[in-house]
């Protein structure tokens, strides 16, 4: 089973600053890793598949990079509705699906 | 606009059994695998098990092999999990989920339900 590693657990930031998120796997995943964002009682939305790609909708202040094991999910300034907690998961070798821990950003 | 309305959801025994459902609309139901998806209270994401399109292929994480079942009924475009068995453990809200590419198991899931509560209690 590959093991997604996120760090840091929580990132404190204020709205117009940089926020960088780390996901780390076991193995290597070439580049089919995937990032989702949660708000509180909602249910998870797709941000970024294959590493970098966008998904339909998600503003282009958010950037996926990385490949292999070392991957990160950026958002270039943050705006009040970014506050939330982010999960990685990979793909390349299943089952089973495996998703990180998460990164909870707060103000 | 793609929907996903799960149902199904109750407090339920130690042992006991529930089904759950998953209607889909707003999308070609019959090309998309699916896959149910949980979250046990304060926790992060564990996925549970992936159907393929046409239901021929199921796959299932270890800690629910043997005790749950997927499957979908296309007639009605909503997919189900049997659970049997029910743990403690088990307690969580069980999202439903579609994967992105069609005619795959992409297993990027980009679009959810809004979930369902499952508790399992003594």
């Known amino acids: 089973e590959i093991v997604l590693t996120q760090s840091p657990a929580t990132l404190s930031l204020s709205p117009g600053e940089r926020a960088t998120l780390s996901c780390r796997t076991s193995q290597s995943v070439s580049n089919y890793l995937a990032w989702y964002q949660q708000k509180p009682g909602q249910a998870p939305r797709l941000l970024i598949y294959?590493?970098?790609n966008r998904a339909t909708g998600v503003p282009a202040r958010f950037s996926g990079s990385g490949s292999g094991t070392d991957f990160t999910l950026t958002i270039s300034s943050l705006e009040p509705d970014d506050f939330a907690t982010y999960f990685c998961?990979?793909?390349?070798?299943?089952?089973?699906?495996?998703f990180g821990g998460g990164t909870k950003v707060e103000i | 606009d793609v929907q996903l309305l799960e149902s199904g959801g109750d407090l339920v025994q130690t042992g006991g059994s529930l089904r759950l459902s998953c209607a889909a609309s707003g999308f070609p139901f019959s090309n998309c695998a699916m896959a149910w998806v949980r979250q046990a209270p304060g926790k992060g994401l564990e996925w549970v098990s992936s159907l393929s399109n046409d239901g021929s292929k199921t796959y299932y994480a270890d800690s629910v092999k043997g005790r749950f079942s997927i499957s979908r009924d296309t007639s009605t475009s909503t997919i189900f999990l049997q659970m049997n068995s029910l743990r403690a453990e088990d307690t969580a809200i069980y999202y439903c989920?579609?994967?992105?590419?069609?005619?795959?198991?992409?297993?990027?899931?980009?679009?959810w339900g809004h979930g369902i509560l499952v508790t399992v209690s003594s």
């Open positions: 989920a579609k994967s992105r590419v069609p005619n795959s198991m992409d297993m990027v899931f980009d679009s």
């Open positions: 998961q990979q793909r390349q070798y299943w089952p089973p699906l495996t």
């Open positions: 294959d590493a970098s």
